[in-house]
């Protein structure tokens, strides 16, 4: 059973960063692209980064671009989210998805329960 | 920026047909999934690369685009559908995109 947990979100002051982890389970890790999606509670589902199977390709969003960095450890099952500089509009649920191929342009066919973050 | 415009909302009576659009430039030329989103719950894909299924999803779901419009058909509507419906493409200069979103109400 494929699996995906999230976890590091949490209460942080605009300004500060914060770490997001996913831990994934169920299927060969190092085959798949990776992502990052968000929701405001209430709203919308916005993409926010993408990485490919080796790395060696990675994505963001405008929104992010030049203060969100995403990473994968294909030994540990994980990719991470690493978030700079935080304001109040990058409030909201974060969202693990798994590609269904190894680059990082398929559809998202697994979700992680979400981790919420708050700037506040 | 590449943009998917869905409409806020569309009701449709137990057991019809509901139709849900997803409008693009050119968006008969890109593979479109389409994922379902109930109330509390995570998304879920129940359409990908314009109509295949993933393992478990319904046969009532499918899938169509062509031109500047793509369409989720949900067959036999039941009230476990009502949910928030996303469209999503990928475009080389937008990357991923979600539409706006559509909620499912039936009647």
């Known amino acids: 059973e494929v699996q995906l947990v999230e976890s590091g979100g949490g209460l942080v002051q605009p300004g500060r960063s914060l770490r997001l982890s996913c831990a994934a389970s169920g299927f060969t890790f190092d085959d798949f692209g990776m992502h990052w999606v968000r929701q405001v509670p209430g709203k919308g589902l916005e993409w926010v980064s993408g990485i490919n199977w080796s790395g060696g390709n990675i994505d963001y969003a405008d929104s992010v671009k030049g203060r969100f960095t995403i990473s994968r450890d294909n030994a540990k099952k994980s990719v991470y989210l690493q978030m700079n500089s935080l304001r109040a509009d990058d409030t909201a649920f974060y969202y693990c998805?798994?590609?269904?191929?190894?680059?990082?342009?398929?559809?998202?066919?697994?979700w992680g329960q979400g981790t919420l973050v708050t700037v506040s | 920026s590449y943009v998917l415009t869905q409409p806020p909302s569309v009701s449709v009576a137990p057991g019809q047909t509901a139709s849900i659009t997803c409008g693009g430039t050119?968006?008969?030329?890109?593979?479109v999934h389409w994922y379902q989103q109930k109330p509390g719950q995570v998304p879920v894909l129940v359409v990908y690369?314009?109509?295949d299924r993933p393992s478990g999803i319904s046969e009532r779901f499918s899938g169509s685009s062509s031109a500047d419009t793509a369409t989720l058909s949900l067959s036999r509507v039941e009230a476990g559908d009502e949910a928030d419906y996303y469209c999503?493409?990928?475009?080389?200069?937008?990357?991923?995109?979600f539409g706006g979103g559509t909620k499912l109400t039936v009647l």
């Open positions: 050119k968006i008969g030329s890109k593979s």
């Open positions: 998805a798994k590609d269904k191929a190894a680059a990082n342009i398929g559809a998202f066919d697994y």
């Open positions: 999503q493409v990928w475009d080389s200069r937008s990357n991923h995109v």
């Open positions: 690369d314009d109509n």
